[in-house]
C-alpha cells in the first residue's frame, strides 16, 4: 500500500507520485506518515521532508505551508521546495554561512525576524543535501 503525495507551490508542482513513507518537519516536532494514516492537517515548519520511494529516500527542503493526510493523499502547500538533488552544495553552504552572519549582526526586532527566517531556510537547504548524502552513503 502506498500514499499520493503532491507537493505544491504557488508557481508550479514540484512532486506527484506515490510514496511508501514520509516524514514531514511540523511546527511541533517531526511526523511521520504511512498509509492509512489517520486524517491530519497541520503546519509545517521551515525544515525537510524525507520521502521513501521503491525503497530509496529523498530529501525535500520545504520553506513552511501547510500538510493535508486523508484517504491515502498526501496534499503539501508550500511557499518553495526544492529536492535536494537539486540543490547546489556550494552555494548552499556560502548562504548559510552569509545568513550566520546576518542573523549575528541584526538588530532591532523586523532585522531579527527576516534574518532568522533566512537563516531557517538556508539551514534547511543544507540539511537536505546532509540527508541526502547520508542515505547514499548507507
Known amino acids: 500500500m502506498t500514499l499520493n503525495l503532491r507537493v505544491m ?3 508550479r508542482t514540484v512532486w506527484n507520485s506515490e510514496v511508501q513513507e514520509m516524514i514531514l ?3 511541533s516536532g517531526q511526523i511521520g506518515v504511512l498509509p492509512n494514516h489517520a486524517p491530519l492537517l497541520t503546519a509545517l515548519d521551515i525544515g525537510i521532508t524525507k520521502i521513501r520511494l521503491n525503497g ?3 530529501t525535500m527542503a520545504l520553506m513552511g505551508g501547510f500538510a493535508m493526510v486523508d484517504n491515502n493523499q498526501v496534499t ?3 511557499n518553495e521546495a ?3 538533488a537539486g540543490i547546489d552544495p556550494q552555494e548552499a553552504k556560502e548562504t548559510f554561512r552569509i545568513a550566520q552572519t546576518n542573523l549575528a549582526r541584526a538588530e532591532g526586532k523586523k532585522q531579527v525576524i527576516e534574518a532568522n527566517l533566512a537563516f531557517k531556510r538556508a539551514k534547511a537547504r543544507l540539511e537536505a543535501i546532509d540527508a541526502t548524502l547520508s ?3 548507507n
Open 9 to 11: 507551490t504557488p508557481n
Open 25 to 27: 518537519s511540523t511546527n
Open 56 to 58: 530509496q529516500w529523498s
Open 76 to 78: 503539501i502547500l508550500v
Open 82 to 84: 526544492e529536492e535536494a
Open 135 to 137: 542515505y547514499a552513503s
